[in-house]
Structure formats: C-alpha cells, structure tokens
C-alpha cells in the first residue's frame, strides 16, 4: 500500500510529523512561544501547498507522457513491434519517444530477419534428402526433418522425445561414434546402420556434431546422415562382377595354357600312334619326346599357379648375391650352351650382403633369364653377332639400392609387348611359355619394396633391372616364419 504513495508525498508526511512531535514536544514542557508556533505554522503550511502543487504538475504534464511510454513498452513485450509513440512534443518526453520508436523499428527487423533466416533453414532442412536428426543431452530425439521421415518411415510426432537409440540397427555403434567425438567435435562419414519403422536396416553414412552453448556446455548432438544403401547394392554388385571376371579371365588363360599343352601331347601321340603302327622306331621316339615336353609344361603351369596364388611374405636375411647368382649359373649355362648362346656373370667386388629372401630372388632371376635365353633363341644373329646373355650385380649410386640386371641382345620387344609382360597368363611364346612369370616375378619384388625397370628394342635386346633396398631394419621387419618362402 505504501509502496504505491509517491515520494515526494512520503517526504511531505514525514516533514509534517517530525514538525508536529518538535511542537507537541514543545508544547508539553510549555516553553513554546506563539512567535514559534506561528512560525512552525507557516513552515507546515508552505511545505504542504508545494507538495500539492508539485503534485498536481506532475499528474497533469509528466504523468501522461510516462503512461504513453508504459503503454508502448507493454505492446513491444506483446510482439507487437508495429507500435509508435508520438514525437511532436518538443521537450525530453519527445526524445524519449523518437529513441523509443527507433528501438522499436530495430527491434522489428530483427524479428523480421531472424523469422527470414529461420525460415530458411527450415527450408533447406526440408527439401534435403538427407537425414537430419538433432538429439538433446538426455539422448532424446530432438528434432527429426521430413528426409528422415521419408528414409525411416517414422512421422516425426512419433520419435521427438524418444531415445535416439531406437533408429539405430546396433545402438552400440553410435556409442562408438560418440567416442570418437573426444577428438574433435564432429565425426565425418562414419558408416553405420538404421532401423526404419518397417524393421528394414538401411546402410548410411553419418557425421555427427557436439552442439554446445555459447559458453562452451554440451547441450546435444547434430547428425546428417546419408542414405547408402542403394550405393553399397551397386559397389557389391561391382565388386562380385570384377571378381567373377578376374575369376573368368584366370579361367580362360588356364584354358588357353591347357590347351596348348594339351595339343602338343595329342601331336606327339598321334606320332607315336603311327610309328607303332608303322613299326617306324624314329618316329615313335620323336613323338614319345613331344608328349614328354607337354607333360612337362603342364607340370610348369601346376607350378607356376601355385606360386601365382600364393600370398608372398618375404623372408629377409643378408644374403650373398654371389652365391644365388653362381647358382643359376650352374643351371642355365649349359642349356644356354646347347642353343649356342654365351653366358656373362659380373658380380661387383666387395658387393655386401643384401637384405632379400633367397629363394624368392633365385626364382626372379631364374625367370627372367630363362626369358633372355627364349629372346636368344627367337632371334635369327648375323654372322657379326653372336646370342648372348651377361647377368650383373651391383650398388646402385648412393649404395641404397642394389642392382641386378639381365641384359640379352635377343629379338626384344615392341612397346606394345612390353606393356603387357606383367599380365597374368600374357605370352608370345604359344604353346611354350605359360605367362605367369613376370607376373609373378614382379609380386615377388613388390613384397621386398623392390622396383623393375625394363628397357627393350626389337630386334636389339632387353635389359631388365630389378632394384632392391638396401635400408631395411631387419629387426624391426616383420619377418614370416619361412613357410612362405619360394624355396618351401
Ligand atoms: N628378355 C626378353 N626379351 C623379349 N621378350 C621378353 C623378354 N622377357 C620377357 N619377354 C616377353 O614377356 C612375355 C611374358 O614373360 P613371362 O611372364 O615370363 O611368360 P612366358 O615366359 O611364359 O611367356 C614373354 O612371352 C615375352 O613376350
Ligand atoms: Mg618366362
């Protein structure tokens, strides 16, 4: 009730109490005279007339202006941002009234302009296909956008304020990609599953964002997610064709080697077939020794498609070239020999020992001079050249690498040839080459961390060059326990 009287009112009350309890105070020890009671009188009088007075200026001229101003404030909180005050008068409530009225003009096209950029978030939030699912600190589905609707047939009435486990297929999956947000705030297309209304599990790609407040507190997640599962139909679809034709083309290179084969043991049978018929011994000999060779090549082909399905884990020892080299030496020099062509071995002095698997490296150097040996024999040599095949060993420059190198001045290649020679079952020899070597060899030098360089000429020869490094930690190489090593 006090509360409501205006000030100046309480100071004009308590100014005539403390006169009025000065005179009764006077009055009752009798030492008041009438000069002092006129005069305290008079005082009482003048200050209750001001106040009067004061107050009635205040009612008839600041009084309506601060109504005005009160009424305006309240329509403003109503969001009623249209609302003006007049501003023609010329004193300070005028002013006041124009700031009022610029405030209120502001206010308005902020309000006009965060109702415009909300409505288009929203927009975009509808029209993506995409699905977007905000869930709040309890892991309650905040809101739920209508691509998320559409890809998991819940209206979004039916999942707000629902856990958001529900539309998880494993709900532990999104707790995996929660702790991967400790790391940042946002995990980007992490693959997980959902579980539409229906029970239908579809593949998505989800990034997921921490939604914090301005002053840093958690407050909930954001989460665009992809629907993949189309995609992943197409990649599987993909990647089961590619491996039926991968398959397929294995097949018909297999074909194509047995057949071969199996044509020069038919040739050679049918020899064999007439010379016993014909009691020609020459002829049975030759043929028997034809069926021989097919039988041969078809052990070859067994051979070599083992080695070509082999998973190759190098095991890595220093080992001395020299000893691999002298090696194949001993086994091609006479079979060279017998076709007339000379073989070289050069192997650098004091070359260290290289970190290699042995075996594997027998077995590269075996196939691609026994190919330099083929080039040799394919060729038809003038009188001036003689066939010839030189094997070297070194260090490479800066001794990273060591280099060992097969040179042939035999038929060589055209460009075409040289580059199909890695292809599995890629041959020029017909019926005597299976032409998985190279394929092979070159896998063999991939798992050492090796490189091949081929340089060829038709009709002048070939080198190859096979690089392997020479900084390998042998402690700190995984090395296999030796069951895959080519010489098992
Ligand atoms: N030194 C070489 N000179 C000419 N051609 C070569 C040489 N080495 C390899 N080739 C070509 O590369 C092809 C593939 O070789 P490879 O994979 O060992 O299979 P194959 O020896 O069974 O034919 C050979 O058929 C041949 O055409
Ligand atoms: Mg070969």
Same mark, same amino acid.
């Given at each position: 009730?006090?509360?409501?009287?205006?000030?100046?009112?309480?100071?004009?009350?308590?100014?005539?109490?403390?006169?009025?309890?000065?005179?009764?105070?006077?009055?009752?020890?009798?030492?008041?005279?009438?000069?002092?009671?006129?005069?305290?009188?008079?005082?009482?009088?003048?200050?209750?007339?001001?106040?009067?007075?004061?107050?009635?200026?205040?009612?008839?001229?600041?009084?309506?202006?601060?109504?005005?101003?009160?009424?305006?404030?309240?329509?403003?909180?109503?969001?009623?941002?249209?609302?003006?005050?007049?501003?023609?008068?010329?004193?300070?409530?005028?002013?006041?009234?124009?700031?009022?009225?610029?405030?209120?003009?502001?206010?308005?096209?902020?309000?006009?302009?965060?109702?415009?950029?909300?409505?288009?978030?929203?927009?975009?939030?509808?029209?993506?296909?995409?699905?977007?699912?905000?869930?709040?600190?309890?892991?309650?589905?905040?809101?739920?956008?209508?691509?998320?609707?559409?890809?998991?047939?819940?209206?979004?009435?039916?999942?707000?304020?629902?856990?958001?486990?529900?539309?998880?297929?494993?709900?532990?999956?999104?707790?995996?990609?929660?702790?991967?947000?400790?790391?940042?705030?946002?995990?980007?297309?992490?693959?997980?599953?959902?579980?539409?209304?229906? #029970?239908?599990?579809?593949?998505?790609?989800?990034?997921?964002?921490?939604?914090?407040?301005?002053? #840093?507190?958690?407050?909930?997640?954001?989460?665009?997610?992809?629907?993949?599962?189309?995609?992943?139909?197409?990649?599987?679809?993909?990647?089961?064709?590619?491996?039926?034709?991968?398959?397929?083309?294995?097949?018909? #290179?297999?074909?194509?080697?047995?057949?071969?084969?199996?044509?020069?043991?038919?040739?050679?049978?049918?020899?064999?077939?007439?010379?016993?018929?014909?009691?020609?011994?020459?002829?049975?000999?030759?043929?028997?020794?034809?069926?021989?060779?097919?039988?041969?090549?078809?052990?070859?082909?067994?051979?070599?498609?083992?080695?070509?399905?082999?998973?190759?884990?190098?095991?890595?020892?220093?080992?001395?070239?020299?000893?691999?080299?002298?090696?194949?030496?001993?086994?091609?020099?006479?079979?060279?020999?017998?076709?007339?062509?000379?073989?070289?071995?050069?192997?650098?002095?004091?070359?260290?020992?290289?970190?290699?698997?042995?075996?594997?490296?027998?077995?590269?150097?075996?196939?691609?001079?026994?190919?330099?040996?083929?080039?040799?024999?394919?060729?038809?040599?003038?009188?001036?050249?003689?066939?010839?095949?030189?094997?070297?060993?070194?260090?490479?420059?800066?001794?990273?690498?060591?280099?060992?190198?097969?040179?042939?001045? #035999?038929?060589?290649?055209?460009?075409?040839?040289?580059?199909?020679?890695?292809?599995?079952?890629?041959?020029?020899?017909?019926?005597?080459?299976?032409?998985?070597?190279?394929?092979?060899?070159?896998?063999?030098?991939?798992?050492?961390?090796?490189?091949?360089?081929?340089?060829?000429?038709?009709?002048?020869?070939?080198?190859?060059?096979?690089?392997?490094?020479?900084?390998?930690?042998?402690?700190?190489?995984?090395?296999?326990?030796?069951?895959?090593?080519?010489?098992?």
């Amino acid at each position: 009730m006090l509360k409501r009287v205006p000030f100046y009112w309480k100071l004009t009350i308590a100014f005539a109490f403390v006169i009025m309890l000065i005179l009764m105070i006077d009055i009752s020890l009798e030492r008041i005279s009438e000069v002092k009671l006129r005069f305290f009188l008079i005082i009482a009088v003048t200050v209750i007339l001001s106040s009067i007075s004061a107050w009635m200026i205040v009612r008839l001229t600041v009084r309506p202006s601060l109504s005005k101003l009160a009424q305006g404030m309240d329509k403003l909180a109503k969001k009623r941002f249209d609302v003006r005050l007049n501003e023609n008068d010329k004193d300070e409530f005028g002013h006041i009234f124009s700031s009022f009225n610029v405030m209120a003009v502001l206010i308005s096209s902020y309000q006009t302009e965060l109702v415009r950029a909300k409505d288009f978030l929203n927009s975009i939030l509808e029209s993506t296909a995409d699905i977007i699912i905000s869930v709040n600190a309890r892991k309650e589905i905040l809101t739920f956008n209508s691509g998320a609707e559409k890809a998991l047939g819940y209206m979004r009435e039916e999942v707000i304020g629902k856990p958001i486990e529900m539309i998880f297929a494993d709900p532990e999956e999104r707790e995996v990609a929660i702790k991967r947000l400790k790391y940042g705030d946002n995990v980007v297309n992490f693959e997980t599953k959902f579980l539409t209304k229906s #029970g239908e599990v579809k593949d998505v790609l989800l990034t997921l964002t921490l939604m914090r407040h301005a002053e #840093g507190t958690f407050v909930g997640t954001f989460g665009i997610s992809k629907d993949i599962t189309e995609m992943k139909r197409l990649q599987n679809q993909l990647i089961q064709s590619q491996r039926l034709s991968a398959i397929g083309e294995v097949f018909i #290179g297999i074909q194509h080697s047995m057949k071969n084969m199996l044509n020069t043991c038919k040739g050679g049978a049918y020899m064999v077939r007439t010379g016993l018929a014909k009691d020609k011994r020459e002829m049975f000999e030759e043929g028997w020794e034809i069926v021989q060779i097919g039988i041969d090549r078809m052990s070859d082909l067994s051979k070599d498609l083992l080695k070509y399905v082999k998973d190759w884990k190098p095991k890595l020892e220093p080992v001395d070239l020299s000893k691999v080299l002298s090696d194949i030496d001993t086994e091609i020099r006479k079979s060279a020999k017998d076709k007339g062509i000379e073989f070289h071995l050069d192997i650098a002095k004091e070359l260290p020992e290289i970190p290699c698997d042995a075996p594997m490296i027998h077995s590269v150097m075996m196939d691609i001079v026994s190919n330099a040996v083929d080039a040799c024999f394919w060729k038809d040599y003038s009188d001036l050249e003689k066939p010839n095949v030189c094997v070297k060993a070194y260090l490479r420059n800066g001794r990273d690498k060591a280099v060992l190198e097969v040179a042939d001045n #035999g038929c060589g290649m055209t460009e075409e040839v040289k580059k199909k020679i890695f292809t599995p079952f890629f041959s020029t020899k017909s019926k005597a080459g299976t032409g998985l070597g190279l394929s092979i060899t070159s896998r063999m030098i991939e798992v050492h961390n090796g490189n091949i360089d081929v340089e060829s000429e038709p009709d002048m020869g070939t080198v190859f060059r096979i690089m392997l490094p020479m900084n390998v930690n042998l402690k700190n190489k995984e090395i296999s326990d030796g069951k895959e090593s080519a010489g098992n």
